[in-house]
C-alpha cells in the first residue's frame, strides 16, 4: 500500500522517534509499505516519521554497485538503526528530500559509516557503507531524531530556478522548506550540480 509522505511542518517530523520494542506482523507489513512507497515515489531513502510515524525504522533501496550501469538494486529495512562508527573524513554532497519537495541542499557527511540494527524478523544486522549509501543512511537516521537535513545544509536551492533570481533573493520565506531552514539557508550564488541528488 503507498503511503502519505508528511512534508516539512509537520509536527512529527521534529520529534525524536520511539524505539520499537515489539517486532511483529504489523511492523514487517509497515516496512513493506514503506518500500512500496519510497519505489513510487522514485527516491532512495524513507524514514517512517516521514508516513506520519513516529519510530525508528527506515527504509532504503540503492544499486549494489552504483559505478555499474544497471546494476541489481539493494533494498534495506531496518529497525534501530544506530551508526556505531564513522569515518574522520567528511564528503559534501547534494541531498533532496521527499519531505521537502523542490528543494535540495549541500550538506556534509561522512565519507564512511557503519550502522547496526535490527531486521524485520528481529535478527541483527551490522551495514558498512561508503560513499552516497552512507550519505543516504545518514539522511535517514537523522529522521529519526527529528533532524532534517535543512539543518545541517551550507545552501539551500531551486534546482529548477534561475540562479541569478534565487542569488538576489536569498531563500523563498513563502516556502516551509526555507522557513524550517531559518539562518541555515543560505544565498545561492550558483547552482551546483544535482544530478545525483538522490532524495531520501
Not at 12 to 34: E, G, S
Not at 44 to 53: C, F, H
Not at 124 to 146: C, M, N, T, V, Y
Request: proline content about 6%; charged content about 30%.
Amino acid at each position: 500500500m503507498i503511503l502519505d509522505i508528511v512534508e516539512i511542518g509537520d509536527p512529527v517530523l521534529r520529534r525524536k522517534a520511539h524505539k520499537i520494542t515489539q517486532i511483529d506482523r504489523d511492523i514487517r507489513l509497515l516496512a513493506d509499505d514503506m518500500v512500496e512507497t519510497l519505489r513510487d515515489s522514485g527516491g532512495v531513502g524513507l524514514a517512517a516519521p516521514q508516513i506520519g510515524e513516529s519510530i525508528r525504522m527506515i527504509v532504503i533501496e540503492y544499486p549494489e554497485d552504483d559505478s555499474v550501469e544497471d546494476s541489481p538494486m539493494k533494498t534495506y529495512k531496518v529497525i534501530n538503526p544506530e551508526i556505531i562508527w564513522r569515518s574522520e573524513e567528511t564528503v559534501v554532497g547534494s541531498e533532496g528530500c521527499l519531505s521537502i519537495p523542490g528543494y535540495v541542499g549541500n550538506v556534509e557527511r561522512n565519507k564512511s559509516i557503519k550502522v547496526k540494527g535490527l531486521s524485520v524478523y528481529g535478527r541483527p544486522l551490522k551495514i558498512s557503507a561508503s560513499d552516497w549509501l552512507a550519505r543516504i543512511f545518514q539522511h535517514e537516521i537523522d529522521h529519526l531524531e527529528g533532524i532534517c537535513y535543512i539543518d545541517r545544509a551550507t545552501e539551500i536551492f531551486k534546482p529548477a530556478e534561475n540562479t541569478e533570481e534565487s542569488a538576489e533573493e536569498g531563500t523563498e520565506p513563502s516556502d516551509p522548506s526555507a522557513e524550517a531552514a531559518g539562518e541555515n539557508a543560505a544565498e545561492t550564488t550558483a547552482a551546483p550540480d544535482t544530478t545525483e541528488a538522490p532524495e531520501a
